[in-house]
């Protein structure tokens, strides 16, 4: 890394608050974080990072995505991420945990009906309209006011805006009109259930025709729905999967070849090992090498 990047890190912000929910600005972050040495890291609530502005590189699962004016990142407990900036930034960042939304009367599911935040490494940011950023200036605000002055009930209010927040991100991805509602409404129940289904199943089944059946549909109807859906077939769907936690836990475990290779389902190390090889091009001890120089 270049002497003059700057490693943006969470941990920076929030040591000195206690969770489960923080919003903070960043503005001027980037002078904190001079001199401070990039690392991958993780932690186990949900972030928001809303950039008004700055320049630099927001790398999620190992996948970098540019950050950009009023682009919006959703970062899922547990996702490795870092923010390397470039120049001076401005913008929030929200951090909250599943306590806080069932302490504030929000359903568990309210999160994983929104198109936002994802368990796998597709996590591309949200681009904002000026109109949308409008609203969310004031959301965001709100929130921050709640925040700093915490009156009565002060969680409740930052509940309620959180929620107003999320909704107005999530309508920001909404199907183009003219579309085939009936059809697409299938394809995006089918494309979910599927999702839903690896992240829970990835370490036992790594064939298509198990989720297939699983899912009541043929392995090709599957495939057309995901391959049309996502742009990529569910097979490599899948493999990205496994080859994500392979990652996440060569980085945030001791555990040896054999052992990650196991606890993904594949009971022959050399068939592990073949395998992250010929998806990633390196072997997993020479990607932990890399990742930890």
């Not at 599911?109 to 004031?138: C, W």
């Not at 009541?216 to 049309?228: A, F, G, Q």
């Amino acid at each position: 890394m270049a002497e003059k990047d700057k490693i943006f890190s969470l941990d920076l912000m929030y040591n000195d608050v206690p969770m489960p929910f923080v919003i903070k600005k960043l503005d001027g972050i980037d002078s904190i974080a001079i001199g401070k040495e990039a690392y991958p890291h993780r932690h186990n609530y949900y972030s928001v990072i809303w950039f008004y502005s700055g320049e630099g590189s927001h790398i999620i699962d190992f996948r970098v995505y540019p950050i950009k004016k009023d682009h919006v990142f959703f970062v899922s407990p547990y996702q490795v991420h870092q923010v390397i900036i470039d120049s001076r930034i401005n913008g929030y960042v929200i951090l909250f945990t599943s306590e806080f939304l069932e302490k504030n009367s929000i359903q568990n599911d309210f999160i994983s009906n929104l198109k936002l935040f994802h368990n796998s490494d597709e996590t591309p940011p949200l681009s904002l309209n000026e109109a949308t950023v409008e609203r969310l200036r004031i959301f965001a605000d709100s929130m921050m006011s709640a925040f700093n002055c915490q009156t009565d009930m002060y969680l409740e209010i930052i509940g309620a805006y959180l929620k107003l927040f999320l909704i107005e991100c999530n309508g920001q991805c909404s199907l183009s009109p003219g579309s085939n509602l009936q059809s697409l409404e299938v394809s995006k129940t089918l494309v979910k259930s599927f999702k839903d289904l690896v992240e829970r199943q990835y370490s036992k089944s790594h064939q298509v025709k198990d989720y297939a059946e699983t899912l009541n549909v043929t392995p090709n109807y599957l495939n057309e729905v995901i391959k049309s859906s996502m742009n990529i077939p569910a097979k490599e769907f899948i493999q990205s999967r496994l080859i994500l936690e392979a990652k996440r836990m060569a980085l945030f475990t001791e555990k040896s070849v054999k052992e990650i290779g196991f606890d993904l389902g594949f009971e022959d190390p050399s068939h592990f090992s073949k395998f992250f090889k010929s998806n990633t091009g390196q072997s997993l001890n020479s990607f932990k090498e890399n990742m930890t120089l």
